[in-house]
C-alpha cells in the first residue's frame, strides 16, 4: 500500500486553498455590495476583450510577425469575434468559431 505523507497532504490542501481562494471570495465579498451600472457593464465586457486579446496574439501574430497564411482562421475569428460581442456567451462564441473553422477547412 502507498504510503501517504503528511508534506503531500500538506499541499494538496494547500493547492486547493490557492486555487478556490481568489474565486470565492470576490464573490462572498462582492455579493454584499451594489455596483453601479457602469462598473457592472465594464466588467460585462472583460471576457469579450480578453477572448479577443488571447486570439489576436494567437493566430494574428504567433511567432512576432504577421503570416496571413490561413485565410480560414481569420474568417473564423471575425466570426467569433461578431457572435461574442452579441451573444457575450463564451461557450455560443467557440462553438461558433470552430464550426466556422471546420467548415471552411473541409470545403476549401
Same mark, same amino acid.
Given at each position: 500500500?502507498?504510503? !501517504?505523507r503528511?508534506?503531500? /497532504?500538506?499541499?494538496?490542501?494547500?493547492?486547493? %486553498?490557492? +486555487? /478556490?481562494?481568489?474565486?470565492?471570495?470576490? !464573490?462572498?465579498?462582492?455579493?454584499?455590495?451594489?455596483?453601479?451600472?457602469? !462598473?457592472?457593464?465594464?466588467?460585462?465586457?472583460?471576457? /469579450?476583450?480578453?477572448?479577443?486579446?488571447?486570439? $489576436?496574439?494567437?493566430v494574428?501574430?504567433?511567432?512576432?510577425?504577421? +503570416?496571413?497564411?490561413?485565410? $480560414?482562421?481569420?474568417?473564423?475569428?471575425?466570426?467569433? !469575434?461578431? /457572435?461574442?460581442t *452579441?451573444?457575450?456567451?463564451? %461557450?455560443?462564441?467557440?462553438?461558433?468559431?470552430?464550426? *466556422?473553422?471546420? %467548415?471552411?477547412?473541409?470545403?476549401?
Amino acid at each position: 500500500m502507498m504510503e !501517504l505523507r503528511v508534506s503531500i /497532504v500538506e499541499l494538496v490542501v494547500l493547492c486547493a %486553498l490557492v +486555487t /478556490v481562494l481568489p474565486r470565492v471570495l470576490p !464573490l462572498i465579498l462582492l455579493s454584499r455590495i451594489t455596483l453601479p451600472a457602469w !462598473l457592472r457593464a465594464w466588467l460585462a465586457a472583460v471576457p /469579450v476583450a480578453v477572448l479577443a486579446a488571447l486570439l $489576436a496574439l494567437q493566430v494574428g501574430v504567433p511567432n512576432g510577425q504577421w +503570416t496571413g497564411q490561413d485565410p $480560414a482562421m481569420l474568417f473564423a475569428i471575425v466570426s467569433a !469575434l461578431l /457572435v461574442a460581442t *452579441v451573444s457575450r456567451s463564451l %461557450l455560443l462564441t467557440v462553438l461558433i468559431g470552430m464550426l *466556422v473553422y471546420a %467548415l471552411l477547412l473541409s470545403f476549401f
